[in-house]
């Protein structure tokens, strides 16, 4: 990685302009931040609270008799265990499907010519541009041909595959792996299939990453698509499962909140343990997220 | 080809990949696997917009168990929006429950499309022998009846019995006359001149029909109505008069002129509960939240109240019924499980574990009433308020949230207070809303 001084020439002192500039930006950043981590304290103090303390006005962050009853109330309330396995096996399933067919389709948009390639290339694009909602009936009725209503399988479908995940891949594959290197591999005996797993997934491993870690969290926050196909409520993900607390015209906001904590606590691991890669992600993606 | 003997260190990256492959599979096939059912047993899938009723329904399930073997429900709760949107995909393709609760505006739409059967003759002749005709009414679709009334929304008025004897006033009031004096007393305005607790909580803010429905609490006793339906059937607006603007007026008046109540303070069943308000208008489910967030408040619950002294009370009854799918496949089952969870004790129990009122006759209300007697005017409301409720069309959402878009901001427009003719303006335009939609829709007509 090539540090910023690294770039050419004499270091330059900051004009006094410019140190009043990034200070005003430090200032707007901290801002932001506070505005963005406060919503996820005010979560956590909220999933800590008896019912009590939830509504008071004016509101406290600090729980004045903090307690775990909202973390033991929403697995008696409804199996969480379950949701969360569910979440998990269906971000699971879907993060090695979306790297495996983005790797294979990318690869083969990349580097391999037949008659069609652009025009199958621009219309699976295509299908990038179309909102969900838009297909959303027809995918439904798809579904209950395949009688896959109420299915692990009819539930991960739709987040098998993804569009952009070819794209990116074939992107990669097309501008970072030189061709030379395939031909050298041919040339010395080695089939298609050894190229691709020994020269073109290693050196697509960081767009892999981004893409997995792209296709999990969508997989791990899909909410409509499970809401409309799983009838049975032992098939729910954490984003479903929530909404047990949400009433008529009130909500269970301890309860919601512990378990907005739970569903939210392994993305945030896994985003601290990530992070490099994450970040590194979202710049070669040029995703947010 | 000989493979690498396994250094003992960890595992190496080809393991890894093909355990995570091994894991995705077996997960993907695992989920996958058929439970083995009886075939003698009778469950039966229960979707329901109410999550708070989903232990109501496992103890009535329980108890008709207990004299049907092999009976269970597959209970499915999401809330209302979510639960409209998955019947909407799974009724017509035949994919939904055995029985689900839904509001009327959503079961006319099934009914219209065969997608629900009217009721039997005998189910139709239990309806009417246990329900009023009010009720009866308005489940009823071109003469038929659908469905089984399960609860009803009834708006009243929350007092909190300890700020009114601070302030002296002996409530609850009778008249919104009554009703802004007693605001006025309660009401707390800090130094700087912010509000610290409204006398009354209205409806300021937000968005979606319910603006429009409070909207509605007021307009109703004020002598107007949304929409009013004409002799041939057709509908047009009923606020466009002097009850429209009065209504509209009050609004203005406690926000800007009189000041008891101001969108920045916290509103509704919470600041109830935690003493933010003296006043609220709401249905039964409150006194429940009230019970869980703050169960030492000392509070009564009374009619809306009347606009003066020689108008009659009005209360905004909303019943709510529990369907049989027309594609069902345990239709005689479902029915007999619904007659059973509308057994008149069941009838209570709703109430008393949900909070949602039912108006099933030959109920006692007794143990209730004495146990929480502010349930009591949601029960069995003094024989002077005249119930009004949703007119049963399918555009009326529609109605009610297109209004619902505007009137927040009319309650805070300065050009409102004390300028009558801009206050009459502005619900002329309102109006003129309301009847287009109403044309657009094919359902507009004035005689």
Not at chain 1, 143 to 172: A, Y
Not at chain 1, 185 to 191: N, P
Not at chain 2, 36 to 62: I, Q
Not at chain 2, 408 to 425: C, F, Q
Request: glycine share 8%.
């Amino acid at each position: 990685m090539v540090r910023p001084e690294d770039d050419s020439g004499p270091v330059t002192r900051p004009t006094s302009l410019g140190r009043l500039l990034n200070g005003i930006g430090h200032i707007i950043l901290a801002v932001g931040a506070i505005f963005m981590v406060l919503p996820i304290l005010w979560m956590v103090s909220t999933s800590f609270k008896p019912p009590t303390e939830v509504s008071l006005w004016p509101p406290e962050l600090i729980p004045s008799q903090p307690t775990w009853d909202n973390y033991t109330g929403i697995f008696d309330d409804a199996p969480f265990h379950v949701y969360f396995l569910n979440s998990v096996g269906y971000s699971l399933v879907a993060t090695i499907s979306v790297m495996v067919t983005s790797l294979l389709a990318g690869a083969i948009f990349g580097k391999y010519n037949f008659p069609g390639r652009v025009f199958l290339f621009m219309v699976i694009i295509a299908t990038a541009i179309v909102p969900f909602e838009a297909y959303i009936i027809p995918l439904y009725i798809q579904i209950i041909d395949l009688d896959w209503v109420n299915t692990p399988q009819g539930i991960v479908l739709p987040t098998l595959f993804l569009s952009f995940g070819v794209f990116l891949l074939r992107q990669h594959v097309s501008s970072a792996i030189p061709t030379e290197l395939l031909e050298a591999g041919r040339v010395d005996g080695a089939s298609e299939w050894w190229i691709l797993r020994r020269v073109i997934t290693p050196l697509s491993a960081p767009a892999l990453s981004a893409i997995g870690i792209f296709a999990f969290i969508q997989a791990w926050g899909a909410f409509f698509w499970p809401l409309i196909v799983a009838n049975d409520q032992d098939l729910f993900n954490m984003e479903l499962g929530l909404q047990i607390f949400q009433f008529r015209f009130s909500a269970d906001y301890g309860k919601l909140m512990a378990g907005s904590v739970i569903s939210t606590l392994p993305m945030l691991i896994a985003f601290l343990v990530l992070r490099r890669r994450i970040i590194e992600s979202v710049a070669l993606s040029g995703l947010k997220g | 080809m000989t493979s690498k003997p396994r250094s003992g260190k960890g595992v190496d990256r080809r393991t890894a990949l093909k355990l995570a492959a091994g894991a995705g599979l077996a997960s993907a096939g695992g989920f996958g696997f058929a439970r083995p059912a009886k075939a003698a047993d009778v469950t039966l899938n229960v979707w329901t917009g109410y999550p708070e009723l989903v232990p109501y329904y496992k103890a009535v399930a329980d108890e008709y168990a207990k004299t049907h073997a092999g009976f269970k429900i597959n209970l499915l709760s999401t809330s209302l929006r979510e639960h409209e949107q998955k019947l909407s995909a799974a009724m017509p393709t035949g994919t939904g429950p055995d029985i689900f609760d839904v509001g009327a505006n959503i079961s006319i739409k099934f009914a219209g499309a065969n997608l629900l059967k009217p009721n039997s003759a005998e189910i139709d002749q239990y309806m009417k022998a246990n329900w009023s005709k009010y009720t009866i009414d308005f489940l009823s679709f071109k003469g038929k009846t659908y469905g089984i009334p399960l609860l009803e929304g009834r708006a009243a008025m929350y007092w909190n019995k300890a700020m009114f004897k601070e302030a002296g006033v002996n409530g609850p009031p009778t008249t919104f006359g009554e009703l802004i004096e007693a605001a006025q007393k309660i009401v707390k305005i800090d130094s700087t001149g912010k509000m610290t607790r409204s006398g009354i909580s209205m409806r300021l803010s937000g968005q979606g029909s319910g603006i429009t429905e409070k909207f509605r609490f007021v307009l109703e006793p004020a002598g107007g109505k949304f929409i009013e339906e004409t002799k041939s059937g057709k509908w047009h607006n009923g606020y466009d008069n002097e009850a429209g603007r009065n209504a509209l007026q009050l609004y203005v008046d406690i926000v800007q002129k009189l000041k008891v109540d101001d969108p920045k303070v916290p509103h509704d069943a919470d600041a109830f509960a935690n003493g933010t308000t003296a006043m609220l208008f709401r249905e039964a489910w409150v006194i429940g939240e009230i019970q869980k967030k703050s169960p030492t408040l000392d509070f009564g619950v009374a009619p809306i109240p009347r606009w003066d002294a020689k108008s009659p009370y009005k209360m905004l009854v909303q019943p709510w019924a529990v369907y049989v799918s027309g594609k069902s496949k345990n239709e005689a089952a479902s029915w007999d499980f619904l007659k059973f969870l509308s057994q008149p004790n069941n009838a209570r129990l709703i109430t008393e574990m949900t909070g949602w009122g039912c108006n099933r006759q030959g109920v006692d209300w007794t143990p209730l009433l004495k146990k929480t007697p502010q349930f009591e005017v949601f029960v069995q409301p003094p024989k002077d308020v005249q119930t009004f409720s949703d007119p049963v069309i399918a555009v009326f959402d529609e109605l009610e949230s297109r209004a619902a878009d505007k009137l927040p901001g009319l309650y805070v427009d300065s050009s409102l207070n004390g300028n009558p003719a801009k206050v009459a303006e502005a619900i002329k335009a309102l109006a003129a809303q309301t009847d287009s939609i109403l044309k657009t829709a094919g359902i507009y007509g004035t005689s």
